[in-house]
C-alpha cells in the first residue's frame, strides 16, 4: 500500500496491530483470516439475536415459583374488599371479619400478595443468574476453546425445567431447589464424560429418528408455551370439550380453573394433589385481547425481519412491545393500578441497577436425589444436553469450516469442558443447563472465527448486568412471539427425516407430537425411544436367531424389511449430530 502511495484507513491500521500484537497471535486472528474488528461486528451481531434469552429464561424460570413457598404468602381478610389490616369486627355487610391462613392455593390465581411480591424478587435474581451463566460460559468458550460460540441457558431445557419438572409455581413432583441440585449433579457427570471423551458417542445410542425430531419437537413445546396466557400471547385457552381451543380475551373475561370435590354438607374444596389454573378459560370476548394484538404486532415485526434476514430479529420485536406496555394508563400496560403494578414501575423508573441475587445462588437441595422423579429430571438433562450441545458444537464448527473429514475440530477438547463447565455454574446461579446457542450462526455469518467473538458477547453481558429494572419490565406477551418463532427455526430439522420408511417416521412422529402435547419432553423421548424399539424387536430378534444358526436364510440374505435399512443407519450418525 504504501508503495502505491495509498495509507492504510484507521481501521486497517488497527487491525493490523491487533493481529500482530500477543491478543492477535493467541487468537489466531491471521491464521484464521479474521480481523480484530470483524470479531467485534460478528460479536454483536451474535448477541443481538441471543439476546432475547435475558427475557425469555428468567420469565420461564420465574414461572416454576423459584425459591417462593406458602410461607410467602400473607394473611388475607375473608372479605376481599377489606386490606389485612383493617380486617376486625364486622364488615357494613354485617359479616364477622377474620383473617385467613394461607393454604397451597396462595401460590395460583388468584396469586397471594405475599407470594407475588417474592416471584419480583425471583425473577430479579434469575435475571441476573441468566446474565452472570452466559457471561461466563462465553468467557470460558473465547478464552480457551477460541471458538465464536456464545453460551447461555438453552431453550427447551429451561421449558422442562419450570413446567415439567418443578411445575407451574411449584405444582411438579420435583422442588425447585431439588431440581437445581439435578442441574448441578447433570453437570458433573456432562463434565466427567465430556473429560474422557464419550460425548459423542453417547449422543449416537439414540435412535436417528428421535435424535432428528427430538429438536422440532423442543421447538413445538416452546411455541405451545409462547401461546399461552401466562406464558405467552393468550392465543390458546381451555375448553372442556376439546381441551384446547381459541381464547384471547382480556383479562377481565378469564376465569381460573381447579378440580375440586363437594362434600355431602355442600363444602366445596380442592382435590388433594390439584391446583389451581390461573386465568386460561375464556368466558367471553374472544380475540379482543389487547396485549394480544400488541403482540401479533411484534410477532410481525420478527417474522418480517427473519424472511429479510435482518440481525437480531428477536430483540427488534420485543423491544417494540415492551416499550409500548410500558406507558401506564393504557390496555396494553405491564405496569396495572395495583399494589404490585406500582410497585413494579417504581423498581422499573430505576432504569440503572445492580442487582444482586438473593435467593436462587446456591440454592440445591439433595434431600429428594432418592426419588425416580429426581433421576428422570437428571437423565433428561443429560440426553439434551448431550445431543444438542454437541450436535451444536459439531454443526457450528462444520459452518465455520473448522471441521476435517472425521468431524474433528480445532478446540474440541476445550469448547467440550466449556459448556459442561458453564452447566455447573449456572446450576450454582439458580438456572437452568447452559449450552452453546445455534444462534452463533449469526456471528460465524458475519466472518467470525475465534474465541474473540465469544468475548465481545460476554462483553454485551456485562453490561447488561446494569439493565436490571429494564429487563424485569419485559411482559408475557412481549416474550410470547419469540418463543413461537424460535419454534419455527427448530422445525427445520424434520427434513432430515425419511417419511417414506415407517421404522423411521413413526419413532420421529411419536417424538415429535408427545413433547408439546404431554408438556414434557421427557415423555416424547421415552415415547419415540419405546416405539423405535418395539418396531425393530421383531427384526433384532431374527438377526440374533440367525446369527446363532437357529433362523436361515432370511435374515441373513437381508431379507427382513428394514434390517439392511438398520445397517445404512449405522453410516449415518455422523449425520444425525447434526439436529
Given amino acids: 500500500m504504501e508503495e502505491s502511495g495509498v495509507k492504510p484507513s484507521p481501521l486497517g491500521r488497527l487491525n493490523a496491530f491487533v493481529a500482530k500484537s500477543r491478543v492477535g497471535k493467541r487468537f489466531k486472528l491471521s491464521e484464521r483470516n479474521s480481523s480484530f474488528t470483524t470479531e467485534l461486528r460478528a460479536g454483536t451481531a451474535t448477541f443481538l439475536t441471543m439476546a432475547y434469552i435475558l427475557a425469555v429464561n428468567a420469565s420461564i424460570l420465574t414461572d416454576s415459583g423459584g425459591t417462593c413457598s406458602v410461607s410467602d404468602c400473607i394473611p388475607l381478610c375473608n372479605v376481599p374488599t377489606i386490606s389485612p389490616s383493617n380486617c376486625s369486627g364486622t364488615s357494613p355487610n354485617g359479616v364477622s371479619l377474620r383473617l385467613v391462613q394461607p393454604d397451597e392455593s396462595c401460590k395460583f ?111 413445538l413445546f416452546l411455541a405451545f408455551i409462547g401461546l399461552q396466557n401466562n406464558q405467552g400471547i393468550g392465543l390458546v385457552g381451555y375448553s372442556s370439550s376439546t381441551l384446547v381451543t381459541l381464547g384471547a380475551c382480556p383479562s377481565s373475561a378469564r376465569a381460573s380453573l381447579a378440580p375440586v370435590v363437594t362434600a355431602a354438607n355442600g363444602t366445596v374444596s380442592l382435590i388433594p394433589g390439584g391446583t389451581v389454573s390461573g386465568g386460561i378459560y375464556c368466558l367471553h370476548d374472544r380475540m379482543e385481547s389487547p396485549t394480544f394484538w400488541l403482540a401479533v404486532v411484534g410477532f410481525v415485526i420478527i417474522a418480517y425481519c427473519l424472511v429479510k434476514n435482518v440481525k437480531g430479529a428477536m430483540i427488534y420485536g420485543i423491544v417494540f412491545v415492551t416499550a409500548v406496555s410500558w406507558f401506564r394508563n393504557t390496555s396494553v400496560t405491564a405496569f396495572p393500578n395495583t399494589a404490585s403494578g406500582d410497585s413494579a414501575y417504581q423498581y422499573f423508573k430505576k432504569v440503572v441497577d445492580v442487582h444482586t441475587i438473593q435467593s436462587t445462588a446456591g440454592a440445591l437441595s439433595f434431600k429428594g436425589i432418592g426419588k425416580g422423579y429426581f433421576w428422570e429430571a437428571l437423565v433428561t438433562f443429560l440426553y439434551v444436553d448431550i445431543l444438542d450441545t454437541t450436535g451444536t458444537l459439531y454443526s457450528m464448527a462444520r459452518f465455520a469450516g473448522f471441521a476435517d473429514t472425521n468431524g474433528d475440530f480445532e478446540g474440541q477438547y476445550y469448547a467440550f469442558m466449556s459448556d459442561a463447565s458453564s452447566i455447573v455454574v449456572g446450576s450454582l446461579l439458580g438456572t437452568s443447563p447452559v449450552t452453546a446457542f445455534i444462534e452463533s450462526s449469526t456471528g460465524i455469518r458475519e466472518g467470525g472465527r475465534t474465541g474473540l467473538t465469544a468475548l465481545t458477547v460476554a462483553g454485551y453481558f456485562f453490561l447488561a448486568f446494569f439493565l436490571t429494572p429494564l429487563l424485569a419490565s419485559i411482559p408475557a406477551w412481549a416474550v410470547g412471539p419469540p418463543l413461537i418463532l424460535v419454534g419455527v427455526l427448530m422445525m427445520k430439522s424434520v427434513v432430515e427425516i425419511d417419511w417414506n420408511d415407517m421404522r423411521q417416521a413413526i419413532p420421529a412422529f411419536v417424538t415429535l407430537i408427545l413433547m408439546p402435547l404431554t408438556y414434557s419432553i421427557a415423555y416424547g423421548l421415552i415415547g419415540g425411544i419405546g416405539t423405535y424399539m418395539v418396531l425393530h424387536l421383531w427384526d433384532w430378534t431374527e438377526e440374533i436367531l440367525a446369527k446363532f444358526g437357529i433362523l436361515k436364510g432370511s435374515a441373513i440374505n437381508g431379507e427382513i424389511n428394514g434390517a439392511d435399512h438398520h445397517q445404512d443407519n449405522e453410516g449415518a450418525n455422523e449425520k444425525a449430530l447434526d439436529v
Avoid at 400478595?113 to 434469575?126: E, V, W
Avoid at 458433573?188 to 459423542?200: C, P, T, Y
Wanted: proline share 6%; charged share 10%.
Fill in 109 to 219: 390465581d388468584p396469586v397471594n400478595p405475599g407470594y407475588s411480591a417474592c416471584l419480583d424478587k425471583i425473577k430479579k435474581d434469575l435475571i441476573v443468574a441468566t446474565v452472570a451463566s452466559s457471561l461466563i460460559g462465553c468467557v470460558i468458550m473465547g478464552a480457551f476453546a477460541n471458538l465464536p460460540l456464545a453460551l447461555a441457558p438453552g431453550m427447551g431445557t429451561n421449558a422442562y425445567f419450570a413446567y415439567t419438572v418443578v411445575g407451574f409455581h411449584g405444582s411438579g413432583n420435583v422442588p425447585y431447589k431439588t431440581a437445581l441440585a439435578a442441574v448441578f449433579i447433570e453437570g458433573l457427570i456432562f463434565l466427567l464424560i465430556s473429560a474422557v471423551g464419550l460425548r459423542a458417542k453417547l449422543a449416537k445410542l439414540v435412535p436417528l429418528p428421535v435424535r432428528i425430531s427430538s429438536s422440532a419437537g423442543i421447538g
